[in-house]
DNA sequence: CTATAAACTTACCATTAGTAAGTTTTTAGA
DNA sequence: TCTAAAAACTTACTAATGGTAAGTTTATAG
């Protein structure tokens, strides 16, 4: 006998409200994605706490409200859970460089896009660079993670270029890009062991500077690099701040 | 009855050596500082070959020839041994930058002295560097870690401020010390992370690179800076090559 | 409604960090 | 040179942890 007060199990509940959630592009999940997804923000609540080395099944369980061997049903092991704790971290960033780049249409706008999508507020914070440090140590001993980590560096040294190529030679925007690479690298380890905490506006304040100094640089140019850092700041305040994206992100 | 045969143990047999050792600065070292000097050399090498979860006090015995027990008895818990093995890398860091900074007369050559100690061979190479992230992920949990990296840190800052006043204002050498400090971060952090090895010279070279864009460069001061480059390698290939040198620092 | 698959639980084992109490070796002093 | 105290080392142990395997419950496809 069906009745309306059918109960429903806890993760009938979760299954439910994530089917209604308005995401765009949402693939209907299955309970294990729901789980793993649960799981390795957890797992990354707990890195960033407590370290890698204090990082433990039962804590993760704890953070995400259950038990230590439902955690081990979904992840084989500890190493397969670092590694979805390391995609999630790095499609976070990857999906909120595309968003902003959406919004770029100019060259100037796209480097912008590339420099406020690592070091906007909600992605760069102290506990986040922590936290990546710590998974980053993972990467030598883990190929997923390695593929992982190549291809994002591969992303972003692509894209810009692309973008420095109109303001430089090929030559020079290959060489360019592998700077503020390397510098973007800088900054997130310096934000993640520093004793004080390093400010959004701090990194990107840097990254402008690095530019300036890497670009031709005569007043028009440096004046389009105010307005287009201030218009993707702007997009990123309203596109980062969307309910949507916040749910997505906002627990990481 | 004292004979020419009397034995000697493992131990006094290394105290014996240590003492004959011709390091120069050589304070007699009791055993519980060979022991631990040993031991963080093995803990080092642990991190390095099979990462920071990886690694127990069994394997460090392992590497070190010892028991187990041995290293708990001188380090009384894993947090006290990381940070000795921290310490101990970054005072190494620490001995090269004052030995190239001896030989280094104009401000020129300072900047390069520190550029060089940082990626000179012995040093940088993608088992330390990777070392190093390992080691890293540990700062935030430890106090004795944060106090050492952020000393370094300040010094090297302090360095490059100095050396860098005599081409630029104090505001924009403060500015340049940052970016290139970073820059160092960057490609240590890289060249653990990336698959294929980063050679020294390529990072000596990126490092350049950027020396060129934050300095006014006409003409002649490159050639100075092509120069000093030249001299420092040369120094370092010779300070850092001595039997001296390398018995203290070669197993790192 | 049923059979199968998947989610979850539980009891268990091997390894590890750390302790505590012992034995041996070294060292300092008479 | 002898002795007592300190330090080095060893051993046996405990608690916590990563991981397994087998069982039970819940969901789903036909």
Redesign the pocket.
Known sequence: MVSLFTT?????YE?CLSALLPLKAKKTS????I?RDQLSRAAFEAVARYGLR???????GELAG?????V????????V?LEAVFRRSNSLLSETLVELYRHATTPCERLWAIVIANFFETIFNQRVCQAWVSLASEIPHSAQCQRIQSACNARIDSNLRHALKHFLSTEDAHHAARQLGLLIDGIWVRGGLQSGALSSKAAIDEMEFALLKLLPSDEGSVRQHRQARKKIEKVAGIALGSRAYQDRVLQL
């Open positions: 429903f199990t806890a993760i009938q299954f299955s309970i294990r994605e789980r204090r990082t433990t099944f039962e804590k993760v259950v038990s230590k061997g439902v081990l049903h979904h992840f084989p092991d500890k190493t859970l």
